[in-house]
T-cell receptor, first 111, second 114 residues
Framework: AQSVTQLGSHVSVSEGALVLLRCNYS??????LFWYVQYPNQGLQLLLK??????LVKGINGFEAEFKKSETSFHLTKPSAHMSDAAEYFC?????????FGQGTTLQVKP | GAVVSQHPSRVICKSGTSVKIECRSL??????MFWYRQFPKQSLMLMAT?????????EQGVEKDKFLINHASLTLSTLTVTSAHPEDSSFYIC??????????FGPGTRLTVL
C-alpha cells in the first residue's frame, strides 16, 4: 500500500540549531506531498507542499523541504530552530484528494 | 486564506447519546470534505469522505451506522456519532479542499464520552 513514513517520533534540538524532520514515501508515481504542523488541541496548518513544480519547496516560518525522487524522500528542514517551532509535524501524501498521513514527529526545542 | 470552522470545539456527553459535529467552509465552496479522527499522541486517520449531494464514502473499518455523515450544502458537512461510547472519545478534525488544491483543516472537536 502507498504510504508515508516519518523516521523518528521525537526530535529534540537546541534553540538556534538546525531542524531536520525525515519523511519517506512509497509510490510508483511521485505523489503530491505536504508538511503540516499541529499545535496542541488545534487543527493542522500547512507548512509547504510539493506538486512537481520544483524539487526545493519553501514554506512558511522559514521551513523548506526538498523532494528527492531517487531517495523517495521529502525531508523538512529549518536552519535555525525557534522555541515557537515546538509542535507536532506531519508529512502527508495525496494523489486522489485524500490525505494519508505519516505517524507524526514531535519537535522539542530546548532553550 | 481559506477558512474551515468546526463546532463545537469541545463536547462532553454521556454514553449512549448522539453527538453532532459541524464542519463549515467559510469563504469557499466544497463539494467534498474529509473527516479524520486522532487519538492522543497519534496521527490522523481518515474516516470518510463527505460528498455533497451523494452518500459519504467510508474508509475500511469505519462503521457507517455509527458515524453518520451528511453533506447538507456546499459549505456544510456534519458528522454524527451515534450511541457514543467511551472508546469513541477522540479528536475529530475535518478538512476541505480549497484554492490551489490545498486541504484546509478545521480546528478540531474534542469529544469526551463518559
Amino acid at each position: 500500500a502507498q504510504s508515508v513514513t516519518q523516521l523518528g517520533s521525537h526530535v529534540s534540538v537546541s534553540e538556534g540549531a538546525l531542524v531536520l524532520l525525515r519523511c519517506n514515501y512509497s509510490s510508483s508515481v511521485p505523489p503530491y506531498l505536504f508538511w503540516y504542523v499541529q499545535y496542541p488541541n488545534q487543527g493542522l496548518q500547512l507548512l509547504l507542499k510539493y506538486t512537481s513544480a520544483a524539487t526545493l519547496v519553501k514554506g512558511i516560518n522559514g521551513f523548506e523541504a526538498e523532494f528527492k525522487k531517487s531517495e523517495t524522500s521529502f525531508h523538512l528542514t529549518k536552519p535555525s530552530a525557534h522555541m515557537s517551532d515546538a509542535a507536532e509535524y506531519f508529512c502527508a501524501r495525496s494523489n486522489t484528494g485524500k490525505l494519508i498521513f505519516g505517524q507524526g514527529t514531535t519537535l522539542q526545542v530546548k532553550p | 486564506g481559506a477558512v474551515v470552522s468546526q463546532h463545537p470545539s469541545r463536547v462532553i456527553c454521556k454514553s449512549g447519546t448522539s453527538v453532532k459535529i459541524e464542519c463549515r467552509s467559510l469563504d469557499f465552496q466544497a463539494t467534498t470534505m474529509f473527516w479524520y479522527r486522532q487519538f492522543p499522541k497519534q496521527s490522523l486517520m481518515l474516516m470518510a469522505t463527505s460528498n455533497e449531494g451523494s452518500k459519504a464514502t467510508y474508509e475500511q473499518g469505519v462503521e457507517k451506522d455509527k458515524f453518520l455523515i451528511n453533506h447538507a450544502s456546499l459549505t456544510l458537512s456534519t458528522l454524527t456519532v451515534t450511541s457514543a461510547h467511551p472508546e469513541d472519545s477522540s479528536f475529530y478534525i475535518c478538512s476541505a479542499p480549497g484554492p490551489t488544491d490545498t486541504q484546509y483543516f478545521g480546528p478540531g472537536t474534542r469529544l469526551t464520552v463518559l
